[in-house]
């Protein structure tokens, strides 16, 4: 079992910059692959971003490559998100996943979700 909790979120002006973090419980965290996910109203739930259980892999939406980057640190049981460049149509509820094995891109092959936290992005 893994719980995660997300945090970071908030406002931010087009430009600018978020530092997500997903804390996650569970001695077996580092064998699990990561993945961040975003929802915006009205909108089915979105992939942004994946890595793997050693972070020596990862995948990033082509919305989202070269603004945002994931990374972890099993040291700490967590996993980030940088969003760098930051544009309205980023803002949405952000969601981090947990899944044993590979990465993947679907969320549908994720197991355990966190409850969310809000980024939006004012012009």
């Known amino acids: 079992q893994v719980q995660l909790i997300e945090s970071g979120g908030g406002l931010v002006q087009a430009g600018g910059s978020l530092q997500l973090s997903c804390a996650a419980s569970?001695?077996?965290?580092?064998?699990?692959?990561l993945g961040w996910f975003r929802q915006a109203p009205g909108q089915e739930r979105e992939f942004v971003a994946a890595?793997?259980?050693?972070?020596?892999?990862?995948s990033h939406a082509p919305s989202v490559t070269g603004r945002f980057t994931i990374s972890r640190d099993n040291a700490k049981n967590t996993v980030y998100l940088q969003m760098n460049s930051l544009k309205p149509e980023d803002t949405a509820v952000y969601y981090c996943?947990?899944?044993?094995?590979?990465?993947?891109?679907?969320?549908?092959?994720?197991?355990?979700w966190g409850q969310g936290t809000q980024v939006t992005v004012s012009s």
């Open positions: 569970g001695r077996t965290f580092r064998t699990y692959a």
């Open positions: 996943a947990a899944r044993a094995g590979i990465q993947s891109i679907s969320p549908y092959e994720y197991d355990y």
């Open positions: 890595i793997s259980w050693s972070g020596g892999s990862t």
